[in-house]
């Protein structure tokens, strides 16, 4: 084992108070042997009896073992593992070790399984595909503007001349544990190892209503909330969601449609399905949201998202469009809630069946829709099943769905849907989306989005993208600059054969031609490669992460992505300094206990290689911010 001198021996005595000494070597033989899908199902015996002791052992053993790794700074530890311990142990005692849910908690936990495949499950529609769909067609008239924010995870005590160079996941605030000489002071707009201050926010705020000012409306996709995950609480929590909205309503004129995030909400991720009894509950972030967008979304659709979950159906004013935005945190492997029971259950809070009941209702009236929401649905840490399920509603709805809107990656990308994913051409292409860069300076420049959309048909018909450049020699020295970055029309348009007809819109289809001009020129696939973190902290993608990559945007079903589940953390040696390659889900659940655990099951040769991390502030930061 590898302890810190006398602080690790204090955390043994520590821990010897939460387990017994058997159990705990037990557990630590069991991690040690965790090295595949069967070994971890083994190593959730020990932990079962752990979780049984009660949440209190849980979570003194897990902190203990993660302090005597260094994993993570004491508090850090400590305040991730309490927080989202309980829900874990809660799971253990639940469910059978041996069983499929085990599988899957063994996947998004410790990424040592693959996700079972599909559990079948049919979703019912309460009418079939009409055989005539209505035509929406174009008469050419000027499109209207659509403004697009996402990732803002403002940090309200982001504190200028803080420490920027730190070992935590995120820095730029006065941290108790922090002494020492300064190395890097936090400026006043922003820092890459570090959540947005409220001014990058103000000012994205104002450059959006400055580049979008005939904008109709914005679509905001959610996570309002930093990073420091192991210090929020309800009180913060709540706390920010109100300012945000309160910015957001002094700053943008027209109406806003946002959708909930993974982070807007304590523990991070916690959304308990509405089969669990339990003391913890997200209906608190209903009720604050419902309350706090009613001004936009109008007192019904605010009432229908205080009781479905956060989801919520609006028609657009004076349009045929109607907006569905759909709480996501119940289909994504990182909400530890839904691995409780042994019972699949396909449909949990019934999100499905509201999605299917709004978009029936849009087709009854002939209307076109937009689905809104925080986890593009063909990522890795979507969940297998219910990506499968929310495809079935796609492919049914193929005709009404306009386009899809979505964050949570942090990066500037799109995902296609395909009536038949064995088949991936520009005629089986049935549904795009559109995945917003974050406002967060951590995985590259703040950005946001302004579409064209036809009015007739709510085609997409242009992407801009906008950003502050965080390396521009004046960025701290005077407001943040935003300009244009590029327009996907003008960059993409003339790449495909034959080049995009200026009346023809920025559909499914276009999107898979693009794919295939990506696999056929890499000069353009870089370019797109450049944009994903709009030109900074630009990561080389060669010929297998290319492939990877394009894979993943023909997957808007994540059984057809190809992610694979890694465990641990992958090490990967430059020149002077240790990388780490860490999966994409890592960049968006705010590394949570699951960031911890991973490390703790493949950890071989990890010790020698985390004392020289906590040398070096920038390559933890680059495992904690993706
Ligand atoms: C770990 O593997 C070793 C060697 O196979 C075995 O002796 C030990 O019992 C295993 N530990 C656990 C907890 O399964
Ligand atoms: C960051 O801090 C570490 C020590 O904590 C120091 O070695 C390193 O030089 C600092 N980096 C910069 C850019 O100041
Ligand atoms: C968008 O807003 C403008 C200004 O309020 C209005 O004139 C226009 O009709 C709206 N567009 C649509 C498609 O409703
Ligand atoms: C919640 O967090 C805030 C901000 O860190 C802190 O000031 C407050 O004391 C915390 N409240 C509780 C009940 O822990
Ligand atoms: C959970 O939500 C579903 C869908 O709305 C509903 O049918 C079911 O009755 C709810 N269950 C509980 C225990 O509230
Ligand atoms: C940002 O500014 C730096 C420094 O001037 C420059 O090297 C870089 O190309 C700029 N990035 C973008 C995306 O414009
Ligand atoms: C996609 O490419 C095919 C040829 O491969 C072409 O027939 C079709 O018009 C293109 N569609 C779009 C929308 O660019
Ligand atoms: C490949 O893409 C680049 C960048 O967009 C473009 O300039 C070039 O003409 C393309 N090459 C071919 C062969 O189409």
């Given amino acids: 084992m590898f302890f810190k001198g006398l602080f690790g021996t204090l955390l043994l005595l520590a821990l010897l108070h939460g387990a017994s000494g058997d159990l705990l070597s037990e557990i630590e033989s069991a991690l040690q042997n965790a090295t595949d899908c069967a070994s971890c199902h083994l190593l959730l015996i020990p932990l079962q009896t752990l979780a049984h002791l009660g949440n209190d052992a849980f979570v003194d053993t897990i902190v203990s073992v993660c302090d005597d790794f260094g994993l993570e700074d004491p508090d850090v530890c400590q305040g991730v593992i309490g927080e989202e311990g309980p829900i874990l142990a809660h799971d253990l005692r639940q469910i059978s070790a041996t069983g499929q849910t085990a599988t899957k908690l063994c996947d998004a936990v ?50 200028v001349g803080s420490e920027a160079n730190c070992t935590k996941p995120i820095c730029c605030r006065n941290f108790a544990d922090e002494t020492g000489p300064l190395t890097e002071p936090a400026g006043p707009n922003g820092n890459s190892h570090c959540d947005s201050p409220v001014t990058l926010a103000d000012s994205m705020l104002e450059a959006a209503q400055q580049f979008g000012s005939t904008a109709n409306f914005t679509l905001f996709t959610g996570d309002v909330v930093e990073g420091a995950v192991w210090l929020v609480n309800k009180t913060e929590v709540t706390n920010d969601l109100e300012a945000f909205n309160a910015e957001m309503a002094s700053k943008l004129k027209a109406p806003i449609f946002p959708a909930i995030g993974n982070h807007d909400s304590v523990p991070v991720n916690s959304f308990p399905r509405n089969t669990t009894t339990t003391t913890i509950d997200s209906q608190w972030v209903f009720d604050t949201q419902s309350a706090g967008w009613a001004q936009w979304i109008g007192a019904i659709a605010a009432s229908q998202e205080d009781q479905t979950s956060g989801s919520y159906s609006v028609v657009a004013p004076g349009m045929d469009l109607r907006i569905i935005s759909v709480n996501t945190q119940y289909w994504y492997k990182q909400n530890f809630w839904v691995y409780d029971s042994d019972t699949q259950q396909p449909d949990p809070n019934g999100l499905l069946a509201f999605m299917v009941q709004e ?72 549904s795009i989306a559109f995945i917003a860069p974050a406002l967060t300076p951590t995985s590259g420049n703040p950005a946001f989005k302004i579409y064209d959309i036809d009015p007739d048909t709510f085609e997409v018909m242009d992407m801009r993208v906008y950003i502050t450049n965080i390396s521009a020699p004046n960025f701290q020295s005077t407001p943040p600059q935003w300009d244009l970055y590029y327009s996907a029309r003008a960059t993409y348009g003339p790449l495909v054969t034959p080049p995009l007809p200026a009346s023809a819109p920025l559909d499914a289809a276009f999107w898979h031609n693009l794919t295939e001009v990506f696999a056929a020129n890499d000069t353009a696939f870089q370019i797109f490669n450049t944009f994903i973190s709009r030109g900074g902290d630009v990561q080389a993608c060669d010929d297998s992460c290319k492939a990877t990559t394009i894979c993943d945007m023909r997957a808007l079903r994540a059984e057809n992505n190809c992610d694979n589940p890694t465990p641990g953390i992958m090490f990967k040696r430059g020149e002077s300094e240790v990388h780490l390659s860490v999966s994409e889900s890592d960049a968006c659940e705010g590394k949570g206990i699951a960031h911890i655990l991973k490390a703790l099951v493949n950890r071989d040769g990890l010790e020698h290689d985390f004392a020289r991390f906590r040398q070096s502030g920038r390559v933890l930061r680059s495992i904690y911010q993706g």
């Fill in 110 to 159: 410790f990424g040592l399984c693959n996700p079972p495949p599909v559990n079948a499950f049919t979703v019912p529609f309460p009418k079939t595909a009409p055989t005539n769909p209505k035509v929406f067609e174009s008469t050419g008239k000027p499109p209207f503007q659509v403004i697009h924010i996402s990732d803002v995870h403002i940090d309200r005590f982001y504190t």
């Fill in 359 to 430: 978009l029936q209702a849009a087709e009854d009236a002939g209307q076109r829709a937009f689905i809104i929401g925080h986890m593009p649905m063909g990522k890795e840490d979507a969940l297998n099943d219910q990506s499968n399920y929310y495809d079935q509603i796609t492919q049914r709805y193929k005709n009404t769905i306009a386009a899809q809107f979505f964050g949570h990656s942090h990066k500037d990308q799109f995902e296609i849907a395909y009536s038949d994913y064995n088949d991936q051409t520009a005629s089986t292409a049935t």
